[in-house]
């Protein structure tokens, strides 16, 4: 179990030690990618399976049932978490960035280059 969570801890650090230094390929993403779903794959046969050995037979069904019940949780109460937590965030930086582009050019700024509002409009945004 440890070496599963080894080998998922290491090719999350790896992805982005790579796309950290600019070396992150498609081909690395797809090795990492898939190192870190054996990963997870071996976490997950082996934690059940850990069960008997730290339970006496007489309570397996109490601690079955309560692991189902942290993972149903964590499935469904990981997702409204990370929600809320977007938006809080969002909340708290959204006026900040809006003061900042409705702020007037700072004076060690260049005439010629566009700031603010304007810079985002003279910006060549991708098509979506």
Known sequence: ????????AGSLIATLALA???RLTL???ALLGFA???G???YSVTAPSLVPSLVPPEGLATANAQL??????AFVGGPAVANTAFFVLQAV?????????ASPR??????????????????????A
Not at 93 to 101: G, S
Request: glycine content about 6%.
């Open 36 to 38: 870190g779903a054996c």
């Open 93 to 101: 930086y959204v006026p900040y960035a809006v003061h900042h582009l």
């Open 1 to 8: 179990m440890a070496v599963a969570e080894a080998v998922r």
């Open 106 to 127: 700072p004076r060690w700024a260049s005439r010629s280059a566009p700031t603010g509002w304007a810079w985002c409009w003279a910006r060549s945004w991708p098509a």
């Open 27 to 29: 081909s690395w993403l």
């Open 68 to 73: 189902e019940l942290a993972r149903t949780a």
């Open 20 to 22: 950290q230094t600019g």
């Open 40 to 42: 997870t794959v071996a």
